[in-house]
């Protein structure tokens, strides 16, 4: 059986980070499933979900005081499970693009969280309009919408929302 475990690290950014991490990982004899990394501000930011046997997962546990003082990041290691699915579901993508203001996240969140909608990933992105510089903000969303809800109705409610709040934004499957 193979173990998961959750490694989330933030520190400096600065080259070779992700040579280090994955080294120590590899030479664990873990392997990373999945993971999502970036730089935000000066700050080099890393999820990971990393597999192993119950050994090799406990090295890294073991290891991961030492390794946070080499890398000079703070870690944070949890164990997890493979989520079972509950019910059926059906994947939704959902952009939307906007004028930068507060509340965003929160918004689409909220009417997410309404609904039962569980938001499996997001990101969001800030950036300069190409001609005019004016701050704009992206969302991209990853749903699991429950198969019972009437997607025609979801789309309207969704879209009517996101009129009333000035963000232009497009919901549909997942393809593939």
Partial sequence: MTNQLVIAAVGEDRPGLVDKLSGWILDSGCNIADSRMMVLGGEFAV??????????????????????????????????????????????????????HPGIVHNLANFFSQRNINIQDLSTASYSAAHTGTLMFSVHMTLDVPASTHIASLREE?????????LDAVIEPVKG
């Fill in 158 to 166: 969704f879209l009517d929302f996101c009129d009333r709040l000035n």
């Fill in 47 to 100: 999820l990971l979900l990393v597999t192993g046997n119950w050994n090799n997962l406990a090295k890294l546990e073991g290891q991961f005081k030492q390794i946070e003082q080499d890398l000079g990041m703070t870690l944070s290691i949890k164990r997890t499970e493979k989520k079972p699915r509950q019910g059926d579901f059906l994947p939704y993508g959902v952009d939307v693009v906007s004028l930068d």
